[in-house]
């Protein structure tokens, strides 16, 4: 468990490296915003949340019986929460804020950074 990263995971260096080569200046964990997002443009309030699939639950009402220790299933659980309120704070705080899936990073790289390009340009 020790080599799970909460920041700077793998997905968040390829989107951290892709907006950089392309010029796209942004605040990496922004704590002035809730949540801390993960990429974040407060001039423009544009915050984009990226997400691992099983952390934060992608898909969890399929996969949820499958789990069999209570703690983790709470734990996800406990995420998915999280993640939805802080989303709705940003949001009233006049925050556009975008969504991404890990999986979308890995089997779709171009298409999902050209996706969060423009969300933020």
């Given at each position: 468990m ?6 700077n995971?793998?997905i968040?260096k390829?989107v ?7 010029k ?16 974040a443009?407060?001039?423009?309030k ?7 699939d099983?952390?934060h ?6 996969w ?6 209570k703690y ?8 998915i929460k999280r993640d939805a309120s802080?989303?709705?704070?940003l949001?009233r705080?006049?925050w556009k804020?975008?969504?991404?899936w890990?999986?979308e990073?890995v089997?779709?790289?171009d298409?999902?950074?050209r996706?969060?390009?423009r969300?933020?340009?």
């Open positions: 020790s080599r799970i990263r909460s920041k995971t793998g968040e390829r951290f490296s892709y907006l950089r080569k392309h796209i200046y942004f605040y990496k964990h922004y704590p002035k915003a809730p949540g801390k997002p993960d990429v443009l407060p001039s423009k544009r915050a984009v949340m990226i997400h691992g099983f952390w639950g992608y898909h969890f009402s399929r949820r019986d499958r789990i069999p220790a983790w299933r709470a734990k996800i659980e406990a995420n802080q989303s709705r704070k949001r705080q006049g804020v975008m969504k991404i890990g999986h990073i089997d779709k790289p298409m999902t950074f996706r969060i390009e969300f933020l340009r």
